[in-house]
C-alpha cells in the first residue's frame, strides 16, 4: 500500500527563475511524526540506487495525484539531515505545472511530501509506541501544500519561544519557527495569532497561539 509521509521543511525557492529549479528535504531523518513514526538514515538508498539502475525516475507530483506530473527530479541525495531533492518544474507542459510553479514563486506553496511503500520497519527500543522506516521503496516526490511534521515536537518548539526570558519580536518569532521547519505560510499565521502576546499587551495569552497549532491539525 503507498503511503505518504511530509517532510515539514520549507523548500529552498530563493533562486526559483525561468528555468523551474527548485530543492529541499523531502525527508528528515529520525523525526517523530503525527503518525509516531520516524525515518532512519539510509532508508531511501537502496530504492534510489534500484531506480537508477533500471533507468526509471522518481515522480514529482502535485499532492500525490497521478495525474498531476509537474516535472522531474534531477538529484536525489541522503545527506546527514534527510533526503535532499533537485528538480524541475515544467512549467510549459501542464496547466498544473504552471500553477504549481507560480504558487512556488509566490511563497504559498512551499514543502515537500514522499510517497512510499515499506520495505522494512522496526519497533524503537529506546521509544516506546515509535516505528522505525529503516527501508522504503521510495515511489515519488509531492509538492504539497500542508506538511505534516510532527505536531508535538512543533508545539513545543513553539512554547519554549514563547516560555522563555525575554521575549522575541514579531518578525524575530517567525524567523524561529522557520528555524524550527515551519513552512512560511504557517509561521506567519501563529506569529500573527502571537502577536499581541509579544507585545505584552494586557490579557493576552501565550497559549493562544500553541491552540492555533493545534487547530491545524484539522
Known amino acids: 500500500m503507498m503511503k505518504t509521509k511530509n517532510a515539514g521543511i520549507a523548500l529552498d ?14 525527508s528528515v531523518w ?3 511524526d503525527s503518525y509516531n513514526e520516524a525515518v532512519v538514515k539510509g532508508a531511501f538508498k537502496a530504492s534510489i540506487a534500484a531506480a537508477r539502475r533500471d ?9 500525490h495525484e497521478r495525474a498531476k ?10 545527506d546527514d539531515t534527510g533526503l ?3 528538480g524541475r518544474i515544467l512549467k510549459d507542459v501542464s496547466v498544473e505545472a504552471a500553477e504549481t510553479y507560480g504558487l512556488i514563486r509566490a511563497g504559498a506553496l512551499d514543502e515537500l511530501s514522499i510517497g512510499y511503500r515499506e520495505v522494512e520497519t522496526k519497533k524503537d527500543p529506546a521509544r516506546p509506541g ?19 511534521l510532527s505536531v508535538a515536537a512543533r508545539i513545543d518548539s513553539v512554547k ?6 525575554d521575549l522575541p519580536t514579531v518578525r524575530q518569532f517567525e524567523e524561529h519557527l522557520r528555524d524550527a521547519g ?6 506567519a499565521a501563529i506569529a500573527a495569532k502571537a502577536t499581541p502576546h509579544l507585545r505584552g499587551e494586557p490579557e493576552a495569552k501565550a497559549d493562544d497561539a500553541l491552540d492555533f497549532l493545534k487547530a491545524l491539525r484539522g
Open 69 to 78: 506530473l509537474i516535472g522531474v527530479w534531477d538529484e536525489l541525495d541522503e
Open 30 to 32: 529520525d523525526v517523530v
Open 130 to 148: 515509535v516505528l522505525l522506516l529503516k527501508q522504503l521503496n521510495l515511489r515519488e516526490v509531492s509538492v504539497v501544500t500542508f506538511g505534516a
Open 84 to 86: 535532499r531533492v533537485k
Open 55 to 63: 533507468k526509471r525516475s522518481i515522480k514529482m507530483m502535485r499532492e
Open 13 to 26: 525557492v530563493k533562486a526559483i527563475g525561468d528555468d523551474g529549479v527548485i530543492e529541499g528535504y523531502a
Open 160 to 165: 519554549s519561544i514563547l516560555n522563555g526570558g
Open 182 to 187: 515551519f513552512s512560511k505560510s504557517l509561521a
